[in-house]
T-cell receptor, first 115, second 113 residues
Framework: DADVTQTPRNRITKTGKRIMLECSQTKGHDRMYWYRQDPGLGLRLIYYSFDVKDINKGEISDGYSVSRQAQAKFSLSLESAIPNQTALYFC??????????????FGPGTRLLVL | QQQVKQSPQSLIVQKGGISIINCAYENTAFDYFPWYQQFPGKGPALLIAIRPDVSEKKEGRFTISFNKSAKQFSLHIMDSQPGDSATYFCAASITGSARQLTFGSGTQLTVLP
């Protein structure tokens, strides 16, 4: 987990506030991801980025935006937070190993509560 | 649209028993099937993975069984230990494409001492 760090680890905010979750990695990977985890729903992809100039929407991008400031940094923003965005958020990086597949490395997560 | 269905949602096993978690997929283009393990307060971490050219892969007490015709794969944990208590996610992807990992909904495993 130390190779992928997330800040803050916990955050409480109010409905309508803008917040930013930050992710940094020292693994040197080009690919980075943001997921949210909800009980019974597993991990759902919000956004992903293959390099600084390549950002793509995942399956649940509405209400979120991202910024890839550098290869090592990928931030997730909630422009106007709402209670159903209360969840555990994970950043991940990945490498693709030829003939094997893609391994993703997850950060420790940010627990967000929107009141 | 859930492309990878995982069951059960929760599982309780006695120490020394066998834990079995099942996943089924719909997309026949998937060609890489990893399992991730998540301990409380931590992010998921790769546990073991399989490609469809083999029917079984074993690493220590963890085994993946793969049934291509049934589009199903499962994780078996032999001699389950309390330290195995965690949430397990199956996943699937298409190697070499822009498609990402599709995760199952997770199974919370509790191994009783």
């Amino acid at each position: 987990d130390a190779d992928v760090t997330q800040t803050p680890r916990n955050r409480i905010t109010k409905t309508g506030k803008r917040i930013m979750l930050e992710c940094s990695q020292t693994k040197g990977h080009d690919r980075m991801y943001w997921y949210r985890q909800d009980p019974g729903l597993g991990l759902r992809l919000i956004y992903y980025s293959f390099d600084v100039k390549d950002i793509n929407k995942g399956e649940i991008s509405d209400g979120y935006s991202v910024s890839r400031q550098a290869q090592a940094k990928f931030s997730l923003s909630l422009e106007s937070a709402i209670p159903n965005q209360t969840a555990l958020y994970f950043c991940a990086t990945s490498e693709s190993i030829a003939g094997v597949g893609e391994t993703q490395y997850f950060g420790p997560g940010t627990r967000l509560l929107v009141l | 649209q859930q492309q990878v269905k995982q069951s059960p949602q929760s599982l309780i096993v006695q120490k020394g028993g066998i834990s079995i978690i099942n996943c089924a997929y719909e997309n026949t283009a998937f060609d890489y099937f990893p399992w991730y393990q998540q301990f409380p307060g931590k992010g998921p971490a790769l546990l073991i993975a399989i490609r469809p050219d083999v029917s079984e892969k074993k690493e220590g007490r963890f085994t993946i069984s793969f049934n291509k015709s049934a589009k199903q794969f499962s994780l078996h944990i032999m001699d389950s230990q309390p330290g195995d208590s965690a949430t397990y996610f199956c996943a699937a992807s298409i190697t070499g494409s822009a498609r990402q990992l599709t995760f199952g909904s997770g199974t919370q495993l509790t191994v009783l001492p």
